[in-house]
């Protein structure tokens, strides 16, 4: 059986021409998901790896969508392979079937992972020229209209208050300040 597995970053994307490109590879099956490739913790995924025999036959439209890095991505092809499924990638046209598919697999991992590095790297260094011109400021969290309910839901206990909106503590007291 073709398997496919799709992904896309975020909610607001779509998934469309990933799925597309699959069924006209012949994909029988596609597990689709919207999560970060940085987070190996992916229900869809795990699912597609738990559904898989031997003979069968995982596709993805481009690696990066199965794994951001070299580590995870040989990882994750590794796991398919143990099971007696190859592993392709439409785009990169990669077939682990064969010893020099999954030497181009290791390779191209390799240099898509040492491109996201500098990519990063490159960043980093605009935002640090950026705040020494004091130009750079990070957008900053809205406080939420139901704050009042969720402090007393939470009996004023800011360490929760401030782990449930996913904000640090200094951010929450920046709110309540401004509440006053």
Same mark, same amino acid.
């Given at each position: 059986?073709? /398997?496919?597995?799709?992904?896309?970053?975020?909610?607001?994307?779509?998934?469309?021409?990933?799925?597309?490109?699959?069924?006209?590879?012949?994909? %029988?099956?596609?597990?689709?998901?919207?999560?970060?490739?940085?987070?190996?913790?992916?229900?869809?995924?795990?699912?597609?790896?738990?559904?898989?025999? %031997?003979?069968?036959?995982?596709? /993805?439209?481009?690696?990066?969508?199965?794994?951001?890095?070299? +580590?995870?991505?040989?990882? #994750?092809?590794?796991?398919?392979? +143990?099971?007696?499924?190859?592993?392709?990638?439409?785009?990169?046209?990669?077939?682990?079937?064969?010893?020099?598919?999954?030497?181009?697999?290791?390779?191209?991992?390799? #240099?898509?992972?040492?491109?996201? %590095?500098?990519?990063?790297?490159?960043?980093?260094?605009?935002?640090?020229?950026?705040?020494?011109?004091? +130009?750079?400021?990070?957008? %900053?969290?809205?406080?939420?209209?139901?704050?009042?309910?969720?402090?007393?839901?939470?009996?004023?206990?800011?360490?929760?208050?401030?782990?449930?909106?996913? /904000?640090?503590?200094?951010?929450?007291?920046?709110?309540?300040?401004? +509440?006053?």
């Amino acid at each position: 059986m073709i /398997v496919g597995y799709v992904r896309v970053s975020a909610v607001d994307q779509n998934e469309e021409r990933q799925i597309n490109s699959l069924k006209e590879a012949g994909a %029988e099956k596609i597990f689709s998901e919207k999560k970060s490739g940085k987070d190996r913790n992916r229900p869809k995924l795990e699912e597609m790896l738990n559904f898989i025999r %031997e003979g069968d036959i995982v596709i /993805v439209s481009e690696f990066s969508r199965l794994a951001r890095n070299t +580590k995870d991505l040989l990882d #994750i092809t590794e796991g398919i392979t +143990k099971k007696g499924a190859d592993f392709r990638s439409l785009k990169e046209s990669i077939d682990t079937s064969s010893p020099a598919g999954k030497l181009m697999l290791t390779v191209i991992g390799a #240099i898509a992972t040492f491109e996201r %590095e500098i990519l990063l790297e490159r960043q980093r260094e605009g935002i640090a020229i950026a705040k020494a011109k004091g +130009k750079f400021k990070k957008p %900053e969290k809205e406080m939420p209209k139901d704050l009042n309910e969720k402090m007393l839901e939470f009996e004023f206990k800011k360490v929760k208050v401030a782990k449930y909106y996913n /904000v640090s503590r200094p951010t929450l007291d920046k709110w309540l300040k401004s +509440k006053k």
